[in-house]
């Protein structure tokens, strides 16, 4: 499986400031996804970051508010603007890992980004 | 609408005790069935499931899938404290993007 970190590992936030996550693969991947994840809740897809493009938000999700980063096959970032207390999340990078895919992708996550936001 | 549906929500057990969490699915496009172990920030990769009746299986964990019913199982024997976390199902779709159940919080007591 690929080796995925992701930095900060945590950090707190003023409202309206903005945060940038980076995530880094020890290997080229072709999917990039970023998720997050709220107190007490399950994990919500926010985008594919696309190499070379732009991002495939999901809905309910902007590019002014989570712009993506993907300059290369092992490298992305996703930041969190004009924060609000909402925004409290884990936010975690994940990569399909490595394979033919005719059976399908195991999906790997990195460590996360816990943010609080005050 | 794509929903992805775990039962039980939570569940407590005595160390030993065997576990079964169950998934069930409703996704256009499905390419897998994923389980992840989440105990602090990240979701640890268990198994991934594409076809269906064959069981995977790693140490005291096995899963397996039932196209058919549009359902999953996750099992768990001798149950150790270790083994308290949340238990998160998720399915892929075409594109590899994730759809995450809310998840199955295991509690198992010494």
């Known amino acids: 499986s690929a080796v995925i970190s992701q930095k900060p590992s945590r950090d707190i936030c003023q409202r309206g400031t903005s945060l940038t996550i980076q995530c880094q693969v020890d290997s080229q991947v072709t999917m990039m996804f970023w998720y997050r994840q709220q107190p007490g809740q399950s994990l919500t897809l926010i985008a594919t970051?696309?190499?070379?493009?732009?991002?495939?938000?999901e809905s309910g999700f902007v590019i002014d508010k989570f712009p993506i980063s993907r300059p290369n096959l092992t490298f992305s970032t996703l930041t969190v603007s004009n924060m609000s207390p909402e925004d409290s999340s884990i936010y975690l990078c994940?990569?399909?890992?490595?394979?033919?895919?005719?059976?399908?992708?195991?999906?790997?996550f990195g460590p996360g980004t816990r943010l609080t936001v005050t | 609408e794509d929903k992805v549906v775990q039962s039980p929500l939570s569940l407590v057990v005595h160390e030993g005790d065997t576990v079964t969490l169950n998934c069930s699915y409703e996704?256009?496009?499905?390419?897998?069935l994923l389980w992840y172990k989440q105990e602090k920030k990240a979701p640890t990769f268990l198994f991934m499931l594409?076809?269906?009746?064959i069981e995977k299986k790693s140490g005291r964990l096995s899963s397996i899938l039932d196209k058919k019913e549009l359902s999953s199982i996750l099992n768990i024997t001798a149950t150790q404290t270790g083994d308290s976390a949340i238990y998160l199902c998720?399915?892929?779709?075409?594109?590899?993007?994730?759809?995450f159940g809310a998840g199955t919080q295991v509690v198992v007591t010494p």
């Open positions: 998720a399915v892929a779709d075409s594109w590899g993007k994730l759809q």
């Open positions: 594409t076809s269906s009746g």
């Open positions: 994940s990569v399909e890992g490595p394979g033919t895919g005719r059976m399908g992708y195991e999906q790997y």
């Open positions: 996704v256009t496009n499905f390419r897998s």
């Open positions: 970051a696309n190499q070379g493009s732009e991002a495939t938000y």
